[in-house]
């Protein structure tokens, strides 16, 4: 073999190794934000709106696939597009769905007369917010609307939810909050 033919095949051999490595990056690319957009997104958990469920830093994975088979159903914490602050998502638990009724009475929550048992609340009591958000028109006993549901922090003492901007659109919820990731201390399945 002669050092023409030799210095050929090398080249050759470097050709498709770099091609081997920028396909397999863009396959590793597709494959990211595929997962990204239509099986799970990773939050950070900026605020206490839901202690002692998720705390301020925790990281959690928000679900999608659930939400393709069935619409959201009371307990599932849910991510949303924050109704009053584009671009920032919020993480809630759903309270009630459409055409249920939610009141709030002596510091609890009924839906449809009933009162739930809400553990995870942790004894804090349910109160209307003094004020709401402009664009909301919330009052007790409120019918969550068709195509919606009502969505309230766990904490509930320092949560700005369904009570100040009234319900969520479902089309706006970008999925089920499944697991605590972050910090390995807090590592769950949320519920």
């Known amino acids: 073999m002669d050092s023409g033919q030799h210095a050929t095949e090398q080249r050759s051999s470097m050709a498709g190794t770099i091609l081997s490595l920028v396909i397999m990056v863009a396959v590793v690319a597709l494959l990211t ?12 958990i900026p605020s206490g709106s839901m202690e002692e469920t998720i705390m301020p830093g925790n ?18 914490i849910v991510t949303f597009a924050d109704p009053e602050v584009v671009g920032r998502t919020l993480i809630k638990r759903v309270i009630a769905t ?3 009724t939610v ?10 007369g009933v009162q739930l048992d809400e553990p995870y609340v942790n004894g804090k009591e349910s109160y209307p917010l003094s004020r709401t958000s402009p664009n909301a028109d919330v009052t007790f006993p409120y019918t969550v609307p068709e195509g919606c549901v ?24 970008t999925g089920r909050a499944a ?3 972050w910090p390995v ?7």
């Open 103 to 112: 009141d709030l009475i002596d510091g609890h929550v009924y839906v449809d």
């Open 33 to 44: 934000v595929g997962l990204r957009m239509f099986i799970f997104v990773p939050y950070e």
């Open 185 to 191: 201390t807090d590592i769950g399945v949320l519920s």
């Open 179 to 181: 697991i605590v990731y």
């Open 59 to 76: 990281m959690v994975f928000s679900e999608k696939v659930s939400y393709y088979m069935h619409p959201p159903k009371r307990g599932d």
């Open 98 to 100: 459409e055409g249920q």
């Open 150 to 173: 009502w969505v309230m922090g766990d904490n509930r003492t320092a949560s700005q939810d369904s009570r100040y901007f009234g319900a969520v659109k479902t089309s706006s919820i």
